[in-house]
């Protein structure tokens, strides 16, 4: 593995079954993310992005292979660890915001630090501080309901932040935005990038993966295939 490797993953596989039909959604994926980098996962609905990014957050099982996290491997965690892992060093970002509803925005990211050592009194003050960095100075006390999508989806990206994650997962953060919001969470996503955050995401918008990463692979029947190359098998006039 090279030493600059945050995240590996080897032969990594989740199948799923239904009643007799076995769909591979990750297929045997062989995947290095850089620390420092900016990778975007492109594919059509149902290639498998979504599987691979939950397998890279801990919140599912390989089915087969593995994923190597700074050299630890994920499975062989202790479930301390694991949560750890979960609570402090990865963030995430998916297409539904999943802000609680009855929550203030601040509350809703000071939620995020409830499973770290990060003192009770001082989790009020960091919510506000990362809210504030992302343009939502002013909007500390509304609920969900009362911010704009593109509002909503900064929450979201304030709450997986908040912790200071070595690593940002994002599925479809801009599924639900408009062209406008997109471009600025677009915006966001460079400049923390800029900052030295690694940032692994995923979307269908191809124009977005182009501009904004550094590096785009593709996703096709839950297989990664390079952005260039046809689908395995087929053949290029
Ligand atoms: P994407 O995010 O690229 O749209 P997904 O990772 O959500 O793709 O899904 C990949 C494949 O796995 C799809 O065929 C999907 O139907 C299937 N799949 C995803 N989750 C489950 C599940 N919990 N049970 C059965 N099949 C699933
Ligand atoms: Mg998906």
């Known amino acids: 593995m090279d030493s600059g490797d945050l995240i590996r993953t080897t032969d990594l596989c989740r199948y799923y079954r239904r009643g007799p039909q076995e769909v591979r959604a990750v297929d045997g994926v062989n995947l290095s993310i850089t ?29 087969g292979g593995g994923i190597d996290v700074a050299g630890e491997r994920i499975g062989q965690m ?66 969900p309901a009362d911010l704009s999508g593109g509002e909503q989806q900064r929450v979201a990206l304030a709450r997986a932040l908040v912790k200071r994650p070595e690593i940002l997962l994002a599925d479809e953060p801009t599924g639900n935005l408009d062209q406008t919001n997109t471009e600025q969470l677009a915006a966001l996503l460079a400049e923390l990038h800029s900052e030295g955050l690694t940032i692994v995401l995923v979307t269908h918008d191809l124009a977005l993966a182009d501009r904004s990463a550094q590096r785009v692979v593709r996703m096709h029947y839950g297989r990664v295939v390079d952005g260039e190359m046809p689908p395995t098998g087929e053949v290029r006039p």
């Open 35 to 63: 620390k420092g980098e900016f990778l975007s996962i492109v594919g059509s609905s149902g290639s498998g992005k979504s599987t691979l990014l939950n397998l890279l957050a801990g919140l599912d099982t390989p089915t």
């Open 78 to 143: 202790s479930r301390w660890q694991l949560a750890d892992y979960r609570a402090t060093r990865i963030g995430i970002v998916f297409q539904s915001f999943n802000l609680v509803s009855h929550y203030t925005a601040q509350k809703n990211v000071e939620l995020a630090l409830y499973f770290t050592d990060v003192a009770r009194s001082d989790r009020p003050k960091m919510a506000a501080a990362m809210l504030d960095r992302l343009g939502l100075g002013d909007r500390l006390d509304h609920r």
